[in-house]
């Protein structure tokens, strides 16, 4: 095949000297047709780029499209990629017929994706019909329906996901998720109270990818109504996304804890854990006068809250608890926080704190599973302190496992394993004599070697 930049100047040579080709500079068009319709690769190659980067106008793309139904399954997928990249919508109608009367699955996705870079909100029809299709063609589909322009389109779709067919409401809603349609963020709000779990799922989705502080309020209907399990975590974590990550988020916290605090007191036991998950000090006030009553059930929720806190800012009052802890139960909810929030690269705290704190949870832990998960996380904490924290704990056989993939995780950044080689490369082959996943070996060996390691493909 020859290389990109060398098409232009074949084609000249092609034009000038090959005897198949009559009359050639009489009709560019037909020279292209020609030239797209051979047998051979590269004549083909050369065909296909002067479709997309050609003979301009909309008259050429009638006739490029014109041949679509004259080609093989192959060359059809071909010529309808070369029309997208082309970017004219006069080839539209061609690769619609195409859509409806091809067989073959390939040709079908190519089709669709062809639509979906080249169509309008005529083509949302025809291109959700699409989306109940196997794959490839559903895949495309969605593909198609995320990229297609304007804002005709994206009211299609949202009309399509309030009414429309029930079994495609819910890829829909994640489709206008994708295409960032911020003007569907009322009704994804609205959505997250609808009878049908799938579409109060996919509502929650958008609106923890896009929402912001008007839509609050939807979404502490959306954990209300939603089922307990998958379904209300599902809610409490779009509400802390938008709370605590998404755009104006401090706003979005803040109109949350003045409606929980307004809220009955079943709505607020339902909320507690979304509460946790978006902190702050107005949310801890509330949370430490539910750990410090008398009522078990009231400290149960407080302490429920607690677990779940964003930031290390309760670390101080989570060692103290721990400490205090008689309830079995009670000290493994809390030191399972403590060790979550000790690494968390956003914790509020520098690099060394955030090891003191590692240290310090050590010294709380009992079992050899609670500081395995600890060593295991430690690794977020990328320094060479950190290292030497975790080195001697492949000494101890029940935490040796989670030693060595910890110090391959910190191996994986070159700039720290670079800056301390000779003592990386001892306990790496450490590493590779102690552990026995064949992975860890494998990265060891490559990062001893100053290799980038990639993974295999299945």
């Known amino acids: ?109 190519a089709a669709v994706l062809g639509l979906g870079t080249l169509g309008s909100q005529m083509e949302v029809a025809v291109l959700k019909r699409s989306l109940a299709a196997a794959e490839p063609e559903k895949g495309a589909a969605r593909r198609a329906l995320t990229i297609i322009r304007g804002d005709a389109a994206t009211k299609e779709l949202i009309d399509a996901a309030k009414y429309g067919e029930p079994a495609l409401r819910s890829s829909l809603i994640d489709i206008l998720a994708d295409r960032r349609a911020r003007v569907a963020l009322s009704d994804f709000a609205a959505m997250t109270v609808d009878p049908d779990p799938a579409v109060r ?66 709505d607020q036991e339902t909320l507690l854990p979304a509460l946790g998950g978006v902190g702050g000090p107005g949310a801890l006030a509330i949370v430490d006068e539910l750990i410090a009553s008398s009522d078990t059930a009231k400290r149960t929720f407080g302490l429920s809250a607690l677990s779940r806190w964003p930031d290390a800012t309760v670390a101080s009052r989570l060692t103290d608890l721990v400490g205090k802890a008689r309830d079995p139960a009670e000290r493994a909810l809390l030191l399972g926080a403590l060790i979550r929030i000790a690494p968390l690269p956003d914790n509020k705290l520098n690099d060394g704190q955030k090891l003191d704190l590692v240290k310090k949870t050590m010294d709380l832990c009992q079992a050899d599973e609670d500081r395995a998960r600890l060593i295991e996380r430690v690794n977020a904490i990328r320094t060479i302190d950190t290292f030497r924290f975790v080195l001697p704990f492949l000494d101890q056989p029940p935490l040796a496992e989670p030693a060595c993939k910890s110090l391959v995780e910190l191996a994986h950044h070159r700039q720290l394993r670079d800056a301390h080689k000779d003592e990386f490369v001892k306990a790496l082959d450490r590493v590779i004599t102690t552990t026995k996943n064949q992975e860890l070996v494998d990265r060891a060996t490559a990062y001893k070697e100053g290799k980038t390691w990639e993974r295999k493909k299945s």
């Open 1 to 109: 095949m020859w290389p990109f930049t060398a098409l232009p100047f074949l084609t000249a040579a092609i034009i000038l000297t090959s005897p198949v080709i009559v009359h050639a500079t009489d009709d560019p068009v037909a020279l292209t047709i020609d030239l797209f319709s051979r047998d051979d690769a590269d004549f083909r190659a050369i065909g296909l780029d002067r479709v997309r980067h050609g003979t301009k106008g909309e008259a050429a793309t009638y006739r490029f499209a014109a041949e679509i139904a004259k080609q093989s399954p192959e060359r059809q997928i071909e010529l309808v990629r070369a029309l997208s990249d082309r970017g004219d919508a006069a080839a539209v109608p061609a690769i619609t017929a195409l859509l409806l009367q091809a067989k073959d699955p390939a040709v079908r996705a």
């Open 201 to 266: 799922s996919a509502a929650l989705r958008g609106l923890e990818k896009l929402g912001g502080p008007e839509q609050v309020a939807g979404l502490i209907a959306g954990v209300i109504k939603a089922a307990a399990g998958g379904e209300r975590r599902e809610a409490e974590r779009a509400v802390v996304a938008v709370c605590t990550k998404n755009p104006n988020h401090e706003a979005a916290a803040k109109i949350f804890l003045e409606a929980f605090k307004k809220a009955p007191e079943g």
